[in-house]
């Protein structure tokens, strides 16, 4: 299954089923997500939860469609995918205001930080250096996957 150049693509498909595994388990755990950052005092989710679980959603269809169909044309689309979610994460950073802290460096320390952001409620601290650090895995490996096609 993972012999050839089809298994080689699927192997990018596998790192988008555990980005997936990776984002639900934020989503269910975040509880700082699921009530905008302790500014909503009740039930509901936000913008941030929902951003979140669309990308989550596109990466369980992108690995489905790798797993499926491992063709150039899909490992180009992971390989850009995986790019865009590193950016789109980062650059949520600049989003701080969305989730009433003072400033970038303390959203990027909510995200980023190994230890618990003070004063924010119960989440998994790690888990977004996890989710990026497997994107940066799968555009690394799409690339040089897709430029060792390329010669072939």
Partial sequence: M???KEGKIRILGFLLLINFIVT?????TDKNL????SYYQGSGYFLHWY???VTGILDIVG???LFIKPEKLFLIFGTIWSVFMICFTFGD???YNEVHL???NQFATYLFGLSK???AESYYPGLYDVLVAIYIIAFVYALILFLKIKKE
Avoid at 24 to 28: D, E, N, P, R, Y
């Fill in 93 to 95: 950073i600049f989003l």
């Fill in 102 to 104: 003072g400033s970038a």
């Fill in 2 to 4: 993972l012999t050839g």
């Fill in 117 to 119: 952001y003070p004063d």
């Fill in 34 to 37: 699921q009530n905008d950052f």
């Fill in 63 to 65: 690995a489905i469609i």
């Fill in 51 to 53: 951003g979140l679980l």
């Fill in 24 to 28: 639900t388990v934020i989503l269910f």
